[in-house]
């Protein structure tokens, strides 16, 4: 990604907005039961972003219910 700040020809904008949606992905991944394991192949221990209880299943109906608070929270923060 940081090369692709230096050396992109739309400029550091898309770079950045590229960079921006790895991590929100990373982040997502990461309040999953699975984690992520974000050293490897260093390390094979995953990392959580939510205690174990709140931990979101993919598939599951809370995942629909956060996604549904997610876009409503995103609509009234652009029409604000």
């Given amino acids: 990604v940081l090369a692709a700040l230096v050396v992109s ?3 550091p904008g898309v770079a ?3 960079a921006g949606g790895v991590a929100i992905g990373v982040a997502a991944d990461a309040c999953t039961p ?3 394991t974000l ?3 260093l ?3 995953s990392v959580w972003l939510l ?3 709140a931990r979101i299943r993919t598939g599951s109906w809370s995942e629909a219910a956060f996604a549904a608070a ?3 929270a ?3 923060g652009l029409l604000a």
Avoid: E, I, K
Wanted: proline share 12%.
């Fill in 9 to 11: 020809p739309a400029g």
């Fill in 16 to 18: 950045l907005v590229a």
């Fill in 34 to 36: 699975a984690g992520v």
């Fill in 39 to 41: 050293w490897a192949p």
């Fill in 43 to 45: 390390s094979r221990r």
């Fill in 51 to 53: 205690p174990r209880g």
């Fill in 70 to 72: 997610a876009a409503v």
């Fill in 74 to 76: 995103l609509a009234f």
